[in-house]
């Protein structure tokens, strides 16, 4: 069989991801890119059609080319690097304009590539008219218009990439005086694209800085913006020629939304709302899923346990199989259900265009405490996980905001801690409450990170928050089958977690909680006791001052998932039997006092590991997570001491 390479480039938010689902499907795998970190997800492939493999590699999402964010350096690299067949860049046929700028820059980069205009019913909506045919013709590629969320336009798609294109012979041409000096720095690099960088990023070649120099002498600007300006003209022409605007009939549906879901006096308040629901879904939906789950463990332990007795198996095996294994894993695993609706409902936001709105909304609040309103969005990421959340603080222009952003995005709830609320919120609180309780936590950790912000600011971190600029792309109905994937791969992430991490420190718990030998299971006696009991003091005034808490706590710094499997383990029960065992010694406000904790306290090591990654600081490190923990202590200390105060206890 032949095989041809298919590389996905385009903007953010154009539809490029969804175009990627609808041609592999669920036969896809995710990956890292090759010599990077985590930040970026390698998403790759395969359909076969007639007699030909299309091995189709999604690229980051890019506004430019100009190698200046680790998503345009990943793209290049690829690009010129590993040279695919065919490069696909999808468009939004509303935005022509923005999306343009990177199909040029692939024209000059000299890749066989593909136009392809999605999201046409969107330009209809708007008037817009597109002569595809001409369009082609002046960018001297071929040009397809699709739907990404259905079938539109996809076989003439794949007929397109079977026929091999080759790269346009139509580039852009600057004015005289700026094509003169791309030729002259052209001689000295090799290439046209690599004069064209070297121009607008600066060269050790002597000759090239002489020649920036002169251009912003003659312009009056940097290079950088010279090109900018003119590949922008060259665009309104291509569009003069392509594009016909009709009546559209007044704003868009888009611009209508917003009006009312940005608004300075309801933007907030419907997001609040919105996440109130979330949480009241996962809970109520969730529910009977999570009891069925559970009682298949509640069997598969009995069964264990009759099973080993039959054949009298020593009854250090029988603890370690059903309190250490099936009792740990077992009492984390049985969230799945909860885990899953959380994401799809989150995937849902977020393809639907509301949670750049969010940031939006939360600019407003962010800048008056002189934070960022971009630093929400690796805040709204830190829903998920806060490892690739602090590396999206790369996005961030300036140093000083790039490390305040790191210092308070772990105060967010990731989804980690999720099982330790849905287990305690569960015992302790009943009907309309649980909603309410999850939701309080998510927004105290908000609430908690941006006053850490500001004190940050007023200290370690003096000086002015830069404008804040975000592309509000369209709300679109996000697929059944993007959501469900995007659910299914976090989910996916949960359960290796429960394999690779869970599984051995629960064990690692039953070794600890059995030594020495002789002593009974989990006792004060066993080593993991006098651990716990050393430390429990500690958390005394927190209303939760006993060892299984405090070595929960401990074990969290693993994997916040942990902290469920470690009561599993250290009671040698499941999740029914654990709503018994944590009654006793549990308040509802002491359940939720240790709720805040975990909550705020350090992140686990991974995440620890990326925040010396980013900063490259041992000593900003040290700093966040001594500042989580005492932040963590302070706030759970009010709120316990608080409720006693107020009668609560």
């Known amino acids: 069989m032949k095989k041809i390479t298919v590389a996905l480039a385009g903007n953010p938010n154009c539809g490029k991801t969804t175009l990627f689902n609808n041609l592999t499907g669920m036969r896809h795998h995710v990956g890292n890119w090759p010599g990077k970190t985590v930040t970026v997800e390698r998403k790759e492939g395969k359909i076969v059609y007639d007699d030909t493999i299309l091995e189709i590699v999604d690229l980051p999402g890019t506004y430019s080319l100009s190698g200046r964010s680790l998503e345009e350096e990943i793209a290049v690299e690829y690009l010129l690097n590993e040279k695919p067949d065919v490069v696909v860049n999808i468009a939004d046929a509303a935005h022509l304009e923005r999306n343009l700028y990177v199909t040029l820059q692939l024209i000059e980069l000299g890749v066989p590539m593909i136009l392809v205009l999605n999201m046409n019913r969107y330009a209809d909506a708007e008037g817009i008219v597109i002569n595809t045919n001409l369009l082609s013709e002046m960018l001297g590629i071929p040009v397809v218009q699709i739907e990404a969320i259905d079938e539109t336009g996809k076989d003439g798609l794949i007929r397109e990439i079977l026929a091999r294109p080759d790269p346009s012979r139509k580039s852009i041409r600057y004015d005289h005086e700026l094509e003169e000096h791309v030729r002259q720095a052209a001689a000295i690099t090799g290439s046209r694209w690599s004069a064209i960088q070297a121009l607008i990023h600066g060269s050790e070649e002597p000759e090239i800085e002489s020649v920036r120099t002169h251009l912003a002498g003659i312009y009056g600007v940097q290079s950088g913006e010279i090109f900018a300006d003119q590949r922008y003209g060259f665009i309104a022409g291509i569009l003069h020629e392509s594009v016909d605007h009709m009546e559209a009939g007044g704003k868009n549906q888009s611009e209508r939304i917003d009006r009312i879901v940005t608004s300075r006096w309801f933007g907030f308040p419907i997001f609040l709302a919105v996440m109130y629901l979330i949480f009241q879904i996962v809970f109520t939906v ?310 805040v904790f975990i909550l705020l306290y350090m992140p686990c090591l991974a995440a620890m590991f990326t925040i010396k990654q980013e900063t490259r600081s041992w000593k900003m490190t040290g700093l966040a997570a001594f500042g989580m923990c005492a932040v963590a202590w302070v706030v759970s200390f009010v709120v316990y001491q608080g409720g006693v105060l107020l009668g609560f206890a």
């Open 286 to 595: 969730g529910a009977p899923i999570m009891d069925l789950i559970d009682e298949g463990f509640g069997l598969l332990a009995g069964f264990a346990s009759a099973g080993l007795a039959e054949i009298a198996a020593p009854d250090w095996v029988a603890s370690l199989i059903c309190d250490g294994i099936i009792g740990g894993v077992g009492s984390v695993v049985v969230f799945l259900p909860n885990i899953f609706l959380l994401f799809m409902l989150l995937a849902i936001l977020e393809d639907s265009g509301y949670l750049a709105r969010v940031a939006v909304i939360m600019d407003r609040v962010m800048h008056k405490l002189g934070l960022h309103g971009k630093s929400f969005i690796p805040m709204i990421l830190g829903f998920g996980c806060s490892v690739p959340a602090i590396m999206a603080a790369r996005t961030l222009g300036t140093k000083r905001e790039r490390f305040l952003t790191i210092m308070i995005t772990p105060f967010m709830s990731c989804g980690a801690r999720l099982p330790v609320y849905l287990l305690l919120v569960g015992i302790f609180f009943a009907g309309w409450s649980q909603g309410l309780v999850m939701f309080s936590l998510y927004l105290l950790g908000i609430l908690v990170a941006l006053i850490c912000g500001l004190l940050l600011r007023k200290t370690l971190f003096k000086g002015e928050s830069s404008a804040f600029v975000l592309e509000m792309p369209p709300y679109r109905l996000p697929t059944v089958k993007g959501v469900l994937i995007h659910a299914g791969e976090r989910s996916s992430e949960f359960l290796r977690k429960a394999g690779v991490i869970i599984f051995p420190a629960v064990l690692l718990m039953w070794l600890l909680a059995s030594l020495p030998f002789g002593v009974e299971y989990a006792s004060p006696e066993s080593l993991i006791g006098i651990a716990g009991s050393t430390v429990a003091p500690v958390f005394a005034p927190l209303g939760f001052g006993f060892a299984e808490a405090a070595i929960a706590i401990l074990m969290g710094l693993v994997a916040k998932e942990v902290v469920v499997g470690a009561f599993g383990t250290l009671y040698g029960v499941g999740e029914e039997g654990l709503s018994d065992v944590l009654m006793n010694v549990f308040t509802p406000l002491s359940a939720y006092s240790f709720m």
